[in-house]
């Protein structure tokens, strides 16, 4: 008579367990394309996941009702000053997350791509970030940070705690230091009639 319980139980419990990420830790995320009616950069051309490589990028898919819930983290990542010509950040916009307008979400996203132009503004028309890697649709501030490579390093799908914001800092700081590193690239002399360099 117990068997009968087994299966109610195994399902309850399955329930339960949320939905693995599409994108895992050392690995380069499904590709997602945005342009058109998907969304792109606010200023009307397309951007790809495939973009997110040659520097250390710390992407941020936003809710806008959700928008100060990682502030904290926000200040933290500015407070670093991180050389900006190996680390990028990317902020990109659930359109349809929230009951605003779309008109008065892209007014204010032009305003901050134009206060903060080295961050790149993405807007996601209709959850295809979240349904590709598997991120939260409504309510949240995921957080991700990538490689030089486009292997993912860190991912937070919520509220970032203090432990959380130092680890994310701290995996910046592994994946810049080889980058930091390398050696710049020396200007070779011409070569002389003789073959030789002057």
């Not at 195994?10 to 499904?30: F, K, M, R, S, Y």
């Amino acid at each position: 008579m117990k068997s009968k319980w087994i299966i109610p139980v195994i399902l309850v419990v399955l329930v339960g367990i949320p939905a693995a990420n599409a994108v895992e830790l050392g690995q380069v995320p499904p590709t997602v394309q945005l342009s058109g009616e998907k969304g792109g950069r606010v200023d009307g051309t397309p951007w790809s996941s495939t973009e997110i490589k040659g520097k250390v990028y710390t992407l941020m898919y936003v809710d806008p009702d959700a928008k100060d819930m990682n502030i904290p983290t926000e200040k933290a990542l500015k407070a670093q000053n991180f050389p900006k010509n190996i680390y990028g950040s990317i902020a990109i916009i659930n359109m349809n997350a929230t009951w605003k307008p779309n008109f008065i979400i892209n007014k204010i996203l032009k305003g901050k791509q134009k206060t903060y132009p080295d961050t790149i503004y993405v807007r996601d028309m209709d959850y295809y970030i979240s349904k590709a890697w598997k991120l939260k649709k409504n309510g949240s501030y995921a957080v991700l940070c990538f490689d030089q490579d486009g292997k993912l390093i860190f991912l937070k799908d919520g509220k970032l705690s203090t432990g959380d914001t130092q680890k994310l800092i701290e995996s910046i700081k592994t994946a810049l230091k080889p980058m930091e590193e390398k050696p710049a690239p020396t200007e070779q002399s011409a070569p002389t009639e003789e073959g030789e360099t002057k």
